[in-house]
């Protein structure tokens, strides 16, 4: 069998897919849905309307380059009116690590495999920690090498180097361990909120395959949790030395009454002398 090259939008309307992006769609939604502030930002991946249920008044779409029509093609823009007021305000074209907001100017910002595909996911982090205000929030999803479809993967690069095998995965982009991230992270002054695994079905190509073992992903949250084809985590912008105020109303407390002062009830004479008088 002749070596064949898969792009993601391809590989995103396979089963595997579908079946990956039902899963990280219900972790986005989770994960978002209770982050509060202004301005978020999704970077990459327009077919996982990942802000989809987040509420806050101003989101965008990044992306790092237009399809071949020379447009750009966002899930959540078919979404229902209903969900209109949670729709995007704008999509545009940015290289992820020249992204155009200034310093300290979004509260949200979800990177769906975008370090996956990046050229320099390392100078991707940096821009989203330059951005990103304190306390801030990324969340990140991507392919995890430790798993059977990474395992797979790892052996159709091998066989492609006699001129036989196929991609399970894209092609596009260099996979980055799970604990390889959290070192980076670490190193940018980010601290690990959550994270979590998914997608524990065997690498199989078909539905009907992939459904017969549906019962991996219950086994595998509870006896290889670290193993999921795909990870999951959302982490927090810390800064040393400072920290935010609360409102007024919420901080203050109570003055101290002042202590009372008590007249002495005995004659003045009677606390300089030994004995009262006759």
């Known amino acids: 069998m002749g070596s064949e090259i898969i792009g993601l939008t391809d590989w995103l309307t396979t089963p595997p897919g579908q079946y990956l992006l039902a899963w990280e769609r219900e972790q986005f939604d989770q994960s978002v849905s209770d982050v509060f502030g202004y301005h978020a930002l999704q970077l990459g991946m327009p077919e996982l309307p990942a802000l989809q249920a987040n509420r806050m008044p101003h989101k965008w779409l990044a992306i790092p380059s237009m399809d071949e029509q020379g447009s750009v093609t966002c899930a959540e823009e078919a979404s229902s009116p209903a969900n209109r007021p949670n729709r995007l305000r704008g999509a545009f074209v940015t290289d992820s690590a020249a992204l155009p907001f200034a310093a300290g100017s979004l509260d949200l910002i979800v990177l769906p495999h975008t370090l996956d595909l990046s050229s320099d996911p390392h100078a991707t982090l940096r821009e989203v920690e330059r951005v990103l205000v304190p306390e801030g929030r990324v969340v990140i999803s991507g392919m ?75 086994a595998g949250r509870r006896w290889w949790p670290i193993l999921g084809a795909v ?33 002495n009830k005995e004659p003045y004479r009677q606390v300089f002398n030994d004995k009262p008088e006759p």
């Open 144 to 218: 995890n090498p430790a798993s059977l479809w990474g395992m797979r993967q790892r052996r159709a690069h091998l066989y492609q180097r006699f001129g036989t095998g196929k991609l399970f995965l894209p092609q596009a982009g260099e996979f980055i361990g799970y604990w390889r991230l959290r070192d980076w992270l670490r190193l940018l002054s980010f601290e690990v909120e959550s994270a979590r695994f998914g997608c524990y079905r065997p690498a199989f190509e078909t539905e009907k395959w992939l459904s017969r073992f549906e019962w991996m992903d219950k």
């Open 231 to 263: 990870y999951f985590l959302v982490a927090v912008k810390r800064v040393r030395g400072m920290r935010l105020l609360e409102p007024a109303w919420r901080g203050r407390k109570a003055a101290a009454s002042a202590p009372a002062v008590v007249a």
